[in-house]
C-alpha cells in the first residue's frame, strides 16, 4: 500500500531482457535504500514492483509481460517517480493507494496557469465513473485531486511544489500516463452492485 507522495525521482538506467519481460535496473536518488530489504515494494510511476536486488544506490525490479501491456513508462531508460510501501506507523499525505494501475489516461492540456499547470487527462471510458469532482486520483504514481470532470476528461491543477518534485513538469499532450482510481471509489461500486450477495 502507498499514498501517492512521491518521495523521489529516481532513474531507469537500463534494462535487461529475460526469458519473459525486463528487469530494470534502477537508480534511487534521494530514496535512500538501508531501510529497503529483497522482497519490498517499491512504486514506479504508480506501478507496485519487487525490489530483487540492490547494490549502493540502485536497486533492481522484475516487470512481467502483463504489466508491460497494461502501464507506460517502464519500457525504456529514464526518470520514474519512487515511493516506498507505507508502514502502519506512516502519516498518510495522500490517499490510500495500491501501485496497481487501472489504465492509461492521455494528457489533452498541460497549460500555464501563473507558475501552476492546468493538466487536463482523458481517462478510459470503463474507469470515468470512478473520477469525481474533488476526489483522489493517481497520475504516474502521484496523489492528485480532481478539479472537474466532463465525461472522460478530468483537470487537475498542479502546484510547483508537485511539479519541482515528480516527473510531471515533463508532461505534454499526447502523452500517456499511468492512472489508478480511488481505492474506496471501487469499493463502493462492488459494494452497491453486489446486490446483497453473500
Request: glycine share 10%.
Amino acid at each position: 500500500m502507498f499514498s501517492g507522495i512521491v518521495a523521489a525521482v529516481g532513474r531507469i538506467t537500463h534494462l535487461t531482457a529475460r526469458e519473459v519481460g525486463f528487469r530494470l535496473h534502477v537508480e534511487a536518488a534521494t530514496l535512500g535504500l538501508d531501510d529497503v530489504a529483497l522482497g519490498d515494494s517499491i512504486a514506479h510511476n504508480g506501478v507496485c514492483l519487487t525490489v530483487v536486488a540492490k547494490e549502493g544506490n540502485h536497486f533492481m525490479v522484475d516487470v512481467s509481460p502483463e504489466t508491460l501491456s497494461c502501464t507506460v513508462g517502464l519500457d525504456a531508460p529514464g526518470p520514474v517517480n519512487l515511493e516506498k510501501a507505507l508502514r502502519l506507523a506512516d502519516r498518510l499525505g495522500g490517499h490510500l493507494v495500491t501501485g496497481h494501475v487501472d489504465g492509461v489516461g492521455e494528457v489533452l492540456r498541460f497549460d500555464p496557469v501563473g507558475d501552476n499547470r492546468l493538466l487536463e487527462i482523458r481517462a478510459p471510458q470503463s474507469l470515468a465513473k470512478y473520477i469525481a469532482r474533488k476526489g483522489s486520483i493517481t497520475v504516474d504514481g502521484t496523489s492528485l485531486t480532481v478539479n472537474g470532470v466532463n465525461g472522460t476528461d478530468f483537470t487537475i491543477n498542479l502546484i510547483p511544489h508537485t511539479l519541482e518534485n515528480t516527473t510531471l513538469h515533463r508532461l505534454a499532450p499526447g502523452a500517456r500516463v499511468n492512472l489508478e482510481v480511488d481505492l474506496i471509489a471501487r469499493y463502493c461500486e462492488r459494494l452497491l452492485s453486489a446486490d446483497g450477495e453473500e
